[in-house]
DNA sequence: TCTCCGATTAGAC
DNA sequence: CTAACGGTCTAATCGGAGA
């Protein structure tokens, strides 16, 4: 029987992405200190070097943040989501041009198959170089036998400036491979977070080698299936295959925290209604329909001092529909049916659920069908909100003043996607 | 007892 | 001035309800 060769997985990384993209229309930001914040501002999601080396850690709340950023003059910015968007595609493709296979696995972060490719080294290299000559962005890029192993490579090209971006973790010896690995915490990891770590650790495996070597039978027992294929794909057995189209969401959220506390019912619905449009446009770039929905509203939790209430309601769409407006037309009562005017709400949402693809959709012998105009409605709908911006056209017409949108005080304009925010770009 | 389903957990980015 | 802590998504697992 002949044996599968090693696979030649490449994971390409953008370095510190949302800062990088931002640093591109802003030379000046070059060797400072730089964050981009979540929505609303709340959290830092993007740090250049320079702020990680001063402290500000991932994920760590702005506010908690800013008497270190004061004290260094770090740099925060709103993140600008058309943007990275639209960057990344340009990096994807370039990406994708190495190999007929390639999977998209995140806004940045791209696993490219070179099984069977010579000179990886030199593959490597250009790729770094292509992207940073055609978009400015730098990547690094790591290669193993697995995904599991090529992403552990790619941290390594990360972490060490020796390896100029690139790591092959199938170049090693079986030697190096055990002291490399030996020397790497396990919550580094793809699928090992901060809770499975300290767990791990109980059982005496605190770096890769030690999960790697660790007894199997009782690793499957006490941590699950999860935990034992993410072992064989550190022993080189590949578990993760390559997804090369993307399969249709599942589900659909469109949720937001609120930049003020909300009280009336009017401008939830105006936020709800926001909400429908943003996922039923997402339900109809993949062309499905959904015959779940579900509402919830939410109070801010990390004021425990007000009284909490998070209450959640779900409605079947007897006929699957793609459509705002029918769907908003139930959003709306089931906001009726949850509000309670007695509490502070920082945020709501909408989720689509049970969706199936247009192609497999069976059609309700008893209903009526939507009306063409309908449809051809939403198709109008969504050129002219992707042409010119998410919430020029909106269903419903409340706009209750916009007390409840969104704080973005530090946002850069959409510099490449926007023609309605080019004059804030040269100016 | 088995299966199904919703809720919960953990993780990624 | 004060208060200020993101958004989406998947898979596994758990526990109760119902067949």
Redesign the pocket.
Known sequence: MKSKPTQQLALI?CNN?YVSCERLFRPDLAGRPVVV???????V?SRSNEAKDIGVK??Q????A?ALAEEHNILALSSNYALYADLSNRVMNLLAEFSPRHEV?????CFVDLTGMAELRSISYAMRERVMRWTGIPVCVGIGPTKTLA?LANFIAKKHPRSKGVFNYNALTEAQKAKLLSRIPV?E?????????P?LAEYGVQNVHELREAHTPTLRAE????VE?IQRELNEVACVAMEEVT???????????FGN?VHDVASLKAAVAL?VE??CA?LRAQQSHAAMLQVFLHT?R??SELPQYHP?M?VPLITPTDNSLIVNRWASLLIDQLWRPEYAY??A?V??SEITPNTQRQNDLFAEAEPVEESKLMAVLDRVNQRFGRGVIRISSQDAGEEWG??QERKSPAYTTCWVELPAAIA
Do not use: H
């Open positions: 990384d992405f914040l979540s929505n609303n501002d709340g959290c999601v991932m994920g709340p702005w506010f908690q800013k696995y995140s806004i940045d972060e992403k919550d990891v793809w699928g090992v977070g901060r809770k499975l770590a767990r941590f699950g299936v999860v294929k399969p249709p969401r599942k589900q659909i959220i469109a949720s937001r925290s506390p909400f943003t996922a997402k801010n990390f004021r959640v779900a920082k945020k949402g989720m689509l969104m704080r």
